[in-house]
């Protein structure tokens, strides 16, 4: 089974991916790892990626496919993963389609947490308090709230009409909404 999580920053994004990584057995793909991970072992796309990240600019969809498709064409992967923070847009979703497609897979539930940007600052403010984490404020989660939502919304409704896009109340506890989840993912699971 493969997953798509999405959220605004602050909706639990991660600490939800943890966790159906740990019930259900399956592989976490973070874009923002996979780029870190390159520049650690200090490839040649490394380099690449460091430098665009450094200028201040976006890493280019080529090179987050080709990461991606080195992940997807894994076996010890297939049907085990978890796209957390990937597609963002929709050229992103559509490329991921003719990607697991070419590799005899295909996304089984797309979960969005749901959440407001009241709960999203004082969860960022909580954080901030906790982690002491750079780009944890109120202004840089305004602004990251409403680019998320401006973004998001063409991938969510390209999800919605392929009737995969589960929409998950993530105004609720942790537990809560990791139940929530849970019987999203068993159902279809069946």
């Not at 959220?7 to 870190?36: C, E, H, M, W």
């Not at 072992?41 to 976006?58: P, Q, Y």
Request: hydrophobic residues 35%.
């Amino acid at each position: 089974m493969n997953i798509v999580i999405f959220g605004p920053p602050g909706a639990g994004k991660g600490t939800q991916s943890k966790f159906i990584v740990k019930k259900f057995n399956l592989y976490q793909l973070s874009t923002g790892d996979l780029l870190r991970d390159e520049i650690k072992n200090k490839t040649k796309l490394g380099a690449e990626i460091s430098s665009i990240i450094n200028s201040g600019e976006l890493v280019s969809d080529k090179i987050v496919n080709n990461l991606i498709e080195k992940f997807v064409s894994n076996d010890i992967y297939k049907n085990k993963i978890i796209f957390d923070g990937y597609p963002r847009t929709l050229t992103q979703a559509e490329n991921l389609d003719d990607l697991l497609k070419r590799y005899n897979q295909k996304i089984d539930i797309v979960l969005k947490l749901s959440i407001s940007l009241d709960t999203v600052k004082k969860r960022i403010l909580e954080r901030q308090n906790q982690e002491n984490r750079a780009d944890d404020n109120e202004e840089v989660a305004i602004k990251r709230y409403k680019t998320y939502e401006k973004s998001s919304e063409p991938v969510i409704n390209y999800y919605k009409q392929s009737n995969l896009l589960k929409v998950v109340n993530g105004e609720a506890g942790i537990s809560e909404i990791s139940i929530e989840i849970s019987g999203l993912i068993n159902a279809i699971k069946g």
